[in-house]
Structures are given as C-alpha cells and as structure tokens.
C-alpha cells in the first residue's frame, strides 16, 4: 500500500482547504482511510476516519463540523475538506490506512501505512 497526501498550503482564518490523499495497493474492503495530523512539539492527533467500503466516519471533536472526510474509490482518492480554518488547525496533516477493527479507528498506532504528510499553515 502507498499513500500519497497533498493539498496543503498556506490559508487565512476562516479559510478553506481540502487535503487529497492518492492510494494504492489497497487489496482489502476492510480497510479504513484516517486522517491525523501533527503539530510542532505535539503528538500525532486523530482527525477524521472513515471505511474504504460505506459511509461510516468518525470525527475528532475538535474539527467536527468544519472538516469532512470523503472518498472515490474509483480514483482510489480520500479527501478532507476542511472550512472554516483556525490558526490551531495549524499541523502537518498525514493520510494513513488501517486494517484493525473500527474500535481503534483513532489510535495512530494502529495504522499500517502512513502518506509523507501535506503541511497546512493558518494565519490569523
């Protein structure tokens, strides 16, 4: 499996942006596509999940509301639409890919594979 994410950049508060993450190598339906992301000094935080097959996602509480995870998996694409940015959202923003159960949707340990991480700043 390889990820890829891009998308990032630089964008005021109160900005838009959506992240794109190019997966390949994806044999299972039982994978499922997560979003973290790291900031300087911090640990790698969860954002967003959701099931490589259905609608299922999963929202950290921080981001709920403003960010929203999709897929194509036609193009093999996972996206995080993010608005309504706040100068907190400021972090380096990876796609990974899991194969564990959706109860450890969010522990980053859990992840098998991992995108080179996208860089979103937020100016205030």
């Known amino acids: 499996v390889q990820l890829q994410a891009s998308g990032g950049g630089l964008v005021q508060a109160g900005g838009s942006l959506t992240l794109s993450c190019a997966a390949s190598?994806?044999?299972?339906?039982?994978?499922?596509m997560g979003w973290f992301r790291q900031a300087p000094g911090k640990e790698r935080e969860f954002v967003a999940v959701?099931?490589?097959?259905?609608?299922?996602?999963d929202y950290a509480d921080s981001i709920k509301g403003r960010f929203t995870i999709s897929k194509d998996r036609v193009k093999n694409m996972v996206y995080l639409q993010m608005n309504s940015l706040k100068p907190e959202d400021t972090a380096v923003y990876y796609c990974?890919?899991?194969?564990?159960?959706?109860?450890?949707?969010?522990?980053?340990?859990?992840?098998?594979?991992w995108g080179q991480g996208t860089l979103v700043t937020v100016s205030s």
């Open positions: 190598g994806l044999t299972s339906s039982s994978y499922k």
């Open positions: 990974g890919a899991t194969n564990t159960v959706w109860g450890r949707r969010r522990a980053a340990e859990d992840y098998d594979y």
């Open positions: 959701t099931k490589w097959t259905g609608t299922t996602a």
